[in-house]
């Protein structure tokens, strides 16, 4: 059982260039979840599903694309990525109507020159 | 808007007692979390409480929640240099979305 993974773990990117974020989780949850960290600051959510084929906006989603084909997997993808891109991202899973705790993968550090 | 803040720092001596405090603006909370984010890894949940709580201990964390301050601290007795991490205080409402504060960086000296 390997909960959230992650790929890659590290990435430098030049500006406009494209890439995706990979996240699995083997727990059979309903919910993930795309978070990103940047120093001094909470966590904040980009993107999340509720479900397979479901995908919805969180809090800073502008520059930044998901999908859910399937329930194990949610991508995060960069377009044309920048450097406010910069950062390090996390991804999340839940079960269904969890109140306790969402489980993290270990986080992607991504920078854009 | 909802909104969660943590001082940024802490530091103690190993053996003392470490308190770490979190303040939260949305009275409607009803669960508030403290995760625990090791160098490299990602945010593990340590304790949760319910607000209809006023404190919740586990072995060696204790939570106070004050909810006429909308003030929630984590105890952590004994501290030993396996907790310097960063702590994140978290809340949510009952819907989906969970409000993390930036994190308390706990320096833990020998």
């Known amino acids: 059982n390997a909960g959230v993974t992650q790929t890659p773990k590290f990435r430098v990117l030049k500006t406009g260039q494209s890439m995706t974020l990979l996240c699995a989780q083997d727990?059979?949850?309903?919910?993930m979840y795309w978070y990103r960290q940047d120093p001094g600051m909470g966590l904040r959510l980009i993107h999340y599903?509720?479900?397979?084929?479901?995908?919805a906006k969180g809090e800073v989603p502008d520059g930044y694309n998901v999908s859910r084909l399937k329930k194990q997997n949610f991508l995060l993808g960069l377009e044309s990525a920048a450097p406010s891109q910069t950062s390090v991202y996390f991804c999340?899973?839940?079960?269904?109507?969890?109140?306790?705790?969402?489980?993290f993968g270990p986080g992607t550090r991504l920078t854009v020159t | 808007g909802e909104d969660v803040e943590q001082s940024l720092f802490l530091s103690v001596r190993e053996g003392d007692s470490s308190v770490i405090n979190c303040t939260y603006t949305?009275?409607?909370?009803?669960?508030l979390y403290w995760y625990k984010q090791e160098p490299g890894a990602g945010l593990q949940l340590l304790t949760y409480?319910?607000?209809?709580?006023d404190m919740k201990q586990d072995q060696r964390l204790t939570v106070l929640l004050n909810k006429k301050d909308k003030h929630l601290s984590l105890r952590i007795a004994d501290t030993q240099t396996g907790d310097s991490a960063i702590y994140f205080c978290?809340?949510?409402?009952?819907?989906?979305?969970?409000?993390f504060g930036a994190g308390t960086r706990l320096f833990v000296k020998a």
């Open positions: 727990m059979n949850h309903e919910y």
């Open positions: 409480i319910f607000s209809n709580m």
């Open positions: 599903s509720v479900g397979e084929g479901t995908t």
């Open positions: 949305d009275s409607s909370s009803t669960y």
């Open positions: 999340a899973s839940s079960p269904r109507d969890s109140v306790y705790e969402q489980y």
């Open positions: 978290a809340e949510k409402n009952g819907g989906f979305k969970t409000i």
